[in-house]
């Protein structure tokens, strides 16, 4: 298992790789699928043993589908807290899944390469979700589509004829499907006008919620946008909405970094070429400081002020530089003073 993270932990998610289109500015893509079992109680109403069934219900699936041997299933009982904030981290599995040892009565299923991962009894029996690099919502919906169906050959869905199928929370019910970008957007944080952004971009029917999803704040200027409603409206309606609407938002985005240019050029060649000064030869850094830091120097090499870094590497850094990942990267278990310290050395050394 051990083995297993460690190898993670050396290389980057695919949906970090900065492929993808507009991935100036979109890190990524994900399509999320609620799915439950028919005639097994939910989640959050069933007692352990229910639970525990509906793992071994998947399980059974795991052992007998060629497509899902390629991947791997992790029990609860076998992850570490430090193990389970690594996958967090790695957008694997949502912060409130697992947020203690569960015995057996959750799971998670993480397909090889990354993209595609299963939660087992969180909200709903099934939380299938693909994550794709760059605004990539056909390809995200393909890849979380497939693995809907081939669970679906195995085990029957709760599904009803008017509703489509059926969820622990209401406002999932139709589709069960949640759409989101995860997009950056520094220009419009420093005018303000993501304050006018915000409520326009709401009435076109979608959320933003912060880096980690629901309930969780805004780090490094990265917001996730995702749509609202699933009863009533189709999977290409929803991934249109999406796409339409992160469209509208880059335009935004683009127009707020041409404003700082027109206005405040001096200023914010400045502050990029300070952020990466600090970057290149601090000793101390905090996870939230670099993420900010490194928001400064993403907009510098998508604005041409900074030219001799790629995105990649950006998004490595920002990825080993959380707490988890860093103590993953290092091999052993730190305080926050020392992951501090390392997390600066780290950085350095990548920068050079």
Request: proline letters at 4%.
């Amino acid at each position: 298992m051990q083995a297993l993270f460690d190898d993670m932990a050396k290389r980057l998610s695919g949906w970090l790789s900065g492929k993808g289109e507009e991935s100036m500015v979109v890190l990524s893509t994900r399509v999320r699928l609620a799915r439950n079992v028919s005639d097994c109680i939910y989640p959050s109403a069933a007692d352990p043993e229910s639970r525990e069934k509906i793992v071994n219900y998947f399980s059974s699936v795991y052992t007998r589908s060629e497509k899902l041997k390629r991947g791997r299933l992790l029990s609860a009982s076998e992850l570490e807290p430090l193990d389970r904030d690594f996958l967090v981290e790695r957008h694997l599995m949502s912060p409130t899944f697992m947020p203690k040892p569960d015995h057996n009565s959750r799971g998670l299923f993480v397909s090889e390469d990354e993209q595609v991962s299963v939660m087992v009894n969180e909200e709903d029996h099934f939380r299938i979700q693909a994550l794709a690099p760059g605004l990539s919502p056909d390809i995200a919906w393909q890849m979380a589509g497939d693995m809907d169906n081939e669970i679906g050959r195995f085990l029957k869905y709760d599904y009803d004829n008017d509703f489509g199928y059926l969820t622990a929370c209401p406002t999932n019910v139709g589709t069960g499907m949640r759409a989101s970008v995860l997009i950056h957007l520094p220009g419009l944080v420093i005018t303000k006008d993501i304050e006018r952004v915000l409520p326009k971009i709401s009435k076109m029917g979608v959320v933003v919620r912060g880096f980690y999803g629901e309930g969780t704040d805004v780090l490094g200027n990265l917001f996730q946008v995702s749509n609202q409603t699933t009863l009533g409206v189709t999977e290409k309606e929803i991934l249109e909405q999406i796409t339409s609407v992160t469209r509208s938002i880059i335009e935004d985005e683009a127009k707020a970094r041409e404003r700082l240019l027109a206005e405040a050029s001096n200023q914010i060649i400045d502050k990029i070429w300070r952020t990466y000064g600090i970057l290149k030869h601090a000793r101390v850094l905090t996870s939230e400081e670099v993420m900010n830091l490194l928001s400064a120097v993403r907009m510098g090499i998508a604005m041409g002020i900074i030219n001799f870094i790629d995105i990649p590497l950006v998004n490595e850094i920002l990825l080993l530089s959380q707490p988890a990942h860093l103590q993953k990267f290092f091999g052993r278990e730190m305080n926050s003073d020392e992951r501090d310290f390392v997390r600066a050395e780290m950085v350095r050394s990548k920068l050079n």
